[in-house]
């Protein structure tokens, strides 16, 4: 609209700050997870082992990652309450799944596109509603994949072995999947909508809200104590899981000795356990991502022959070139299904 000179003014739409900030958490926690996590699927090829290096290592990295997946939770866990907060105070509507309104503008997008259909308003809404389902989708199972990878041994107290394996992965593939997606969607609404700020800011403007102000700020008064409590209950909870790491029995107390005989029976071993263990060791990087071998002659370890009292007694006290491992870097019950696991043939 003019202003009293004739000039005219133009007024520019914004999400709320909370809202912006809140992407801006999920896009630092998503490259930071990205930049982390791809060279760790791909740590053979020259581009991951560079990224690796600028890190600062294969442990700089793996810390890196979880700590951005710690930012991803944390805002996961506001994210849901948010919406609660909102539906209950506000009595305003989540984001649904797209529905038949959002497929038929998406098929006249692709019509417009390919001058099938004359120029009609194509709405933004079907767009972000699929964006928005695929990031809800991989989140929740990047985070319950990470969860038992992260903890591998508690998680198998509840769930079997075989697990472990096929928590690994889905959450190296489903990553891989989100990164193609969230490139190939975001050029392919650059390039196909084409849509306009204003055009954005209807599409993501919430409803208004449906409750008078005095029935919303008597609900805020009751939800947002319920709200902080359960969502700092809900983190701990996740801290708790993700940093209580245990093995996988209750070992002796520790005695300053050169050596001393592990507090594990050998057939307890689960090589399923093993092979998500391995990668997280320095060992790795010498003998391979499989133990089969290095790059620059280190000895192949899978198959091995070696009975668990000699591999263990190596591994503590070291040999040649290969450092000891004490009690704490490694403990008897992760050096245990490490055994179980080398000591199968590679696939």
């Given at each position: 609209?003019p202003d009293e000179s004739g000039h005219e003014i133009r007024t520019v739409k914004t999400l709320p700050a909370a809202q912006r900030i809140e992407r801006l958490v999920?896009?630092?926690?998503?490259?930071?997870?990205?930049?982390?996590?791809?060279?760790?699927?791909?740590?053979?090829?020259?581009?991951?082992?560079?990224?690796?290096?600028?890190?600062?290592?294969?442990?700089?990295?793996?810390?890196?990652?979880?700590?951005?997946?710690?930012?991803?939770?944390?805002?996961?866990?506001?994210?849901?309450?948010?919406?609660?907060?909102?539906?209950?105070?506000?009595?305003?509507?989540?984001?649904?799944?797209?529905?038949?309104?959002?497929?038929?503008?998406?098929?006249?997008?692709?019509?417009?596109?390919?001058?099938?259909?004359?120029?009609?308003?194509?709405?933004?809404?079907?767009?972000?509603?699929?964006?928005?389902?695929?990031?809800?989708?991989?989140?929740?199972?990047?985070?319950?994949?990470?969860?038992?990878?992260?903890?591998?041994?508690?998680?198998?107290?509840?769930?079997?072995?075989?697990?472990?394996?096929?928590?690994?992965?889905?959450?190296?593939?489903?990553?891989?999947?989100?990164?193609?997606?969230?490139?190939?969607?975001?050029?392919?609404?650059?390039?196909?909508?084409?849509?306009?700020?204003?055009?954005?800011?209807?599409?993501?403007?919430?409803?208004?809200?449906?409750?008078?102000?005095?029935?919303?700020?008597?609900?805020?008064?009751?939800?947002?104590?319920?709200?902080?409590?359960i969502g700092a209950l809900l983190m701990l909870g996740v801290l708790w899981f993700a940093f209580g790491e245990q093995t996988a029995i209750d070992t002796v107390p520790?005695?300053?000795?050169v050596i001393f005989a592990p507090q594990v029976m050998p057939d307890s071993g689960d090589p399923n356990v093993g092979a998500v263990l391995w990668p997280t060791l320095?060992?790795?990087?010498?003998?391979?991502?499989?133990?089969?071998?290095?790059?620059?002659?280190?000895?192949?370890?899978?198959?091995?022959?070696?009975?668990?009292?000699?591999?263990?007694?190596?591994?503590?006290?070291?040999?040649?070139?290969?450092?000891?491992?004490?009690?704490?870097?490694?403990?008897?019950?992760?050096?245990?299904?490490?055994?179980?696991?080398?000591?199968?043939?590679?696939?």
């Amino acid at each position: 609209m003019p202003d009293e000179s004739g000039h005219e003014i133009r007024t520019v739409k914004t999400l709320p700050a909370a809202q912006r900030i809140e992407r801006l958490v999920v896009v630092v926690a998503l490259i930071g997870l990205i930049l982390t996590g791809l060279p760790q699927k791909y740590s053979g090829e020259p581009w991951a082992e560079f990224i690796i290096v600028l890190l600062g290592g294969i442990e700089s990295a793996r810390i890196l990652h979880r700590l951005m997946a710690i930012l991803l939770m944390a805002e996961a866990i506001y994210h849901v309450l948010a919406l609660i907060f909102k539906w209950y105070v506000y009595g305003l509507k989540p984001i649904l799944p797209p529905g038949l309104k959002d497929w038929r503008q998406f098929f006249n997008r692709i019509l417009q596109n390919f001058g099938l259909r004359s120029e009609a308003k194509s709405g933004y809404g079907f767009a972000l509603k699929i964006e928005y389902l695929v990031l809800v989708i991989s989140a929740i199972l990047l985070i319950f994949t990470g969860l038992i990878l992260w903890n591998p041994i508690a998680a198998t107290t509840a769930l079997s072995g075989a697990s472990i394996p096929t928590a690994r992965s889905i959450h190296s593939n489903q990553a891989l999947i989100l990164v193609l997606f969230l490139v190939v969607w975001r050029f392919a609404i650059i390039f196909l909508w084409r849509p306009q700020r204003q055009q954005l800011m209807a599409d993501r403007d919430a409803s208004a809200s449906a409750r008078p102000e005095n029935a919303i700020a008597s609900r805020r008064r009751v939800v947002l104590p319920i709200a902080l409590v359960i969502g700092a209950l809900l983190m701990l909870g996740v801290l708790w899981f993700a940093f209580g790491e245990q093995t996988a029995i209750d070992t002796v107390p520790r005695q300053q000795a050169v050596i001393f005989a592990p507090q594990v029976m050998p057939d307890s071993g689960d090589p399923n356990v093993g092979a998500v263990l391995w990668p997280t060791l320095r060992c790795a990087f010498c003998h391979g991502d499989e133990a089969n071998g290095g790059p620059n002659g280190e000895p192949a370890l899978r198959n091995t022959t070696v009975p668990f009292d000699a591999f263990y007694e190596q591994v503590r006290v070291g040999k040649g070139d290969m450092p000891a491992f004490s009690g704490e870097d490694l403990p008897d019950g992760y050096l245990l299904h490490i055994w179980a696991w080398l000591s199968q043939p590679s696939s």
